[in-house]
């Protein structure tokens, strides 16, 4: 198994990206920790998981307070002594035209998108480098690459993320500590299923995507698992686009 | 490949080494993961990417 041994710490799992990412990494061995704001639907993951055999568990977390990390760190420390894999996917969509964007909403989608990777990250990399090294892999997006026609907010934040990403790679490259962003494209999920609700909004969207389809969660959770896994050992400060040929035009 | 063009100098391998964040000189097996990656269905929905494996060299 590819993260036999591995404790792996995923945000924003108790659905969606998330959680498809928490059921694969703990079918290849890891100890999983759901994290969520969403308890229900995140403890009933974790039941429906434990009850297959699969070593996970589920703590409340707010990315957006620091007060919360600790104390899910914390726990991860007491139950397991250590944290090698932080996956930083929570994460928020806004499609809000700049003109229309609230200062509140704003601040909002940077203190979630941007905000919860740089807490994350401040919060784990200590006992990842106590524990000789680890790997953290940001949720970035497409968007995070190039320019889009709606919304500002989303964007921006996850360009943010992409250099975040590359700071923290050079930073703790030394300590082992890997960092690497994902760049998804249009993936079927709750998150833009609102773009995708309507027969015209879907095939707008496939329009624009070369390999003809809607990405599914499970194919951007197979590139978070190789980056998380010692089979990417030398890879850190990349990006790896997983958007069926967007970006590439 | 490397060392050929240095001839096997471990003056110039250090001098890499030192070049690279992550301080060591990738290893072929490092490389062949990340083409075993793209090769296989499990990067089903990437097309026209880049996969950079460099020890962080190219993210300074």
Known sequence: MRLSGKVALITGSSRGMGAVEAELFSDEGAIVIITDVLETSGRNLASRLTQQGRNVLFSKLDVTSEQSWIRVIKEVMDNFGKIDILINNAGIYSTTPIECTSLEEWNKVMSVNVGGVFLGTKHCVPYMRKGGGGSIVNLSSTAGLIGGYRGGAYGSSKGAVRLLTKNTALQFAKDGVRANSVHPGPIDTDMIAENLSTPEGRSASISRIPLGRIGTALEVAYGILFLASDESSFMTGSELVIDGGVTAQ | ?60
Do not use: C
């Open chain 2, 1 to 60: 490949m490397l060392s050929n063009a240095y001839g096997g100098g471990q003056d110039k391998l250090k001098e890499w080494e030192s070049l690279v964040p992550l301080g060591r000189l990738g290893n072929p097996i490092d490389i062949a993961y990340g083409v075993l990656f793209l090769a296989s269905n499990e990067s089903s929905f990437i097309t026209g990417s880049e996969l950079i494996i460099d020890g962080g060299r190219t993210a300074i």
